[in-house]
Nanobody, 123 residues
Framework: QLQLVESGGGLVQPGGSLRLSCAAS????????IGWFRQAPGKEREGVSC????????YYADSVKGRFTISRDNAKNLVYLQMNSLKPEDTAVYYC????????????????WGKGTLVTVSS
């Protein structure tokens, strides 16, 4: 079964940067879409950015366009989220998730989830 482990979260000042990593492992690594979701206190989990394993096409939520960049290293089974110009409203637990079949970045389509990594943006 596909397993996902996130790393790279932490405390950063507004305007700063962080890079999150997601390591995928398991006997089979057959997924269609992989990406990042986040959940802030009292809010629903939302899609931040996803990338297609097949062709590398990407999706970004409007709130992060121009600030976040998703990338992948298929040879190393790693997915990254580079986060620049961070804002306090980016504070959340960030989850890596993979969809075995779906090609969209929707929570309902994700089949595997990591445990999350906390990102706190505060001065």
């Amino acid at each position: 079964q596909l397993q996902l482990v996130e790393s790279g979260g932490g405390l950063v000042q507004p305007g700063g940067s962080l890079r999150l990593s997601c390591a995928a492992s398991g006997p089979t690594l057959n997924y269609n879409t992989i990406g990042w979701f986040r959940q802030a206190p009292g809010k629903e989990r939302e899609g931040v950015s996803c990338i297609s394993k097949r062709d590398g096409s990407t999706y970004y939520a409007d709130s992060v366009k121009g600030r976040f960049t998703i990338s992948r290293d298929n040879a190393k089974n790693l997915v990254y989220l580079q986060m620049n110009s961070l804002k306090p409203e980016d504070t959340a637990v960030y989850y890596c998730a993979a969809a075995l079949y779906s090609s969209t970045c929707h929570r309902a389509g994700m089949n595997r989830w990591g445990k999350g990594t906390l990102v706190t943006v505060s001065s």
